[in-house]
């Protein structure tokens, strides 16, 4: 994959940001060295040079939520499974259109059966054959268009692949070289606290938060979090630091934070949390049921002795169910409030525009290669160069051909 070990615990990656193995979760290095070991794959075919990947970028690799997208739809126009069958053999470049029958000598012609007016080969198929250009219709003609001119690369317009945006590759180094690191972050923030703060019971209550943006696009991720001690106090806003992005992350960090400067400051303090994992670990440090984290390992451990000795000190960690009918009015109004710091603080990161224009990319990938992927599939099961297992036309034109040569 070309990585190299220079420090210990630290891996770097020619292009990327390096990893630390010592904070990085089992899932994110998991899912890393996945995606390694796909570039490395793809720079391996590139370097084959076949025809059908033409165009192909082999370090950003091929977009696969667009390739895959087609097959994966769901619904009325679903594929069938002669639909899904034909589908793969395109994207896999395993279509033998009639001038590669003829290399092959199955066939004793390379024109195209179809039209009869020019050799058969699977550019003309699926882009220029006057028999297919029903189906043509139906795509934009923008893409008809420059797939005639030659302007979209061959892996597109032989396979419906779709190469990735570099855009997408480069999102991961923004976040490595965006935003105060973990530590910095936790050295920075003060806990202040105005004549407006709220006590209850003795204990100044703060609102914690964390959430994370675009969760379904891993490479996308983007998490923010939130301390709300009061009105004029030393509230938080802040994207969270570090290449590891969810809302699990950004929510035990604001936690540690409080935690930490209130043992500093010698305070007692009362988390509000809509965190139901903190609150199940609180309940087992208060004696409770026990409780096992599966994930964020790194910041369970660092909470862990904090939140111990504010036990000991009396403070508390109150869950509060996000809309629940139970939580009191003001306690909502401090889970509001921490929201709306949280939405800044994920707006902090830097390259948003990039990432948003990214995104915008990637869905256009996603419909550009539905629409080709259809249209080739419609085209390939149409007719041209055989119509796939069971039925194979070429077979019974090679048969004859073999008959006519007996009989001469
Ligand atoms: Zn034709």
């Not at 306690?331 to 994920?346: A, C, F």
Request: glycine content about 12%; proline content about 4%; overall charge positive.
């Amino acid at each position: 994959m070309g990585w190299s070990c220079a420090t210990a615990g630290i891996l770097q990656r020619p292009g990327l940001p390096d990893l630390d193995l010592w904070t990085l979760s089992g899932r994110l290095l998991g899912h890393e060295l996945r995606q390694g070991c796909r570039s490395a794959l793809w720079r391996q075919v590139a370097r084959r040079q076949l025809w059908y990947l033409d165009g192909l970028d082999p370090d950003a690799g091929i977009d696969l939520d667009a390739a895959l997208s087609f097959m994966k739809h769901k619904g009325a126009d679903a594929l069938s499974d002669y639909e899904m069958g034909v589908l793969r053999s395109v994207l896999t470049g395993g279509v033998r259109p009639q001038s590669r029958l003829f290399k092959a000598g199955l066939v004793e012609s390379a024109t195209c059966p179809l039209c009869q007016a020019a050799e058969g080969t699977l550019g003309h198929l699926f882009w220029e054959c006057r028999c297919t250009a029903a189906l043509r219709r139906e795509l934009p003609p923008a893409v008809v268009q420059a797939a005639q001119n030659g302007t979209l690369p061959r892996c597109l317009t032989r396979c419906g692949i779709v190469c990735e945006p570099p855009e997408v590759r480069e999102a991961g180094g923004w976040l490595a070289a965006a935003a105060p690191g973990q530590e910095q972050l936790l050295g920075q923030w003060r806990l202040r606290v105005s004549q407006q703060a709220w006590y209850r019971g003795g204990r100044l209550v703060i609102a914690t938060d964390g959430a994370c943006w675009n969760q379904q696009l891993g490479w996308a991720r983007r998490a923010g979090l939130g301390i709300y001690v009061g009105p004029r106090c030393g509230n938080l806003s802040a994207a969270l630091p570090g290449m590891d992005q969810c809302s699990g992350r950004a929510e035990l960090l604001a936690i540690i934070l409080v935690f930490a400067e209130a043992g500093r400051l010698g305070l007692q303090v009362e988390i509000l949390t809509d965190y139901e994992c903190a609150a199940k670990a609180w309940a087992a440090w208060s004696g409770g049921p026990s409780f096992h984290p599966r994930e964020q390992l790194d910041l369970w451990r660092r909470l862990e002795p904090l939140a111990r000795a504010a036990l000991a000190a009396g403070s508390a960690l109150t869950w509060v169910a996000a809309h629940g009918r139970a939580a009191r009015e003001q306690e909502l109004r401090w889970n509001k409030l921490v929201d709306d710091l949280v939405v800044q603080g994920s707006k902090r990161h830097t390259g948003l525009q990039r990432l948003t224009q990214a995104i915008r990319l990637k869905e256009a990938n996603q419909e550009k290669a539905q629409a080709v992927q259809r249209h080739m599939v419609r085209g390939r099961a149409g007719g041209g160069g055989g119509r796939g297992r069971g039925e194979r036309p070429w077979k019974r034109q090679r048969a004859a051909a073999v008959a006519v040569e007996g009989r001469s």
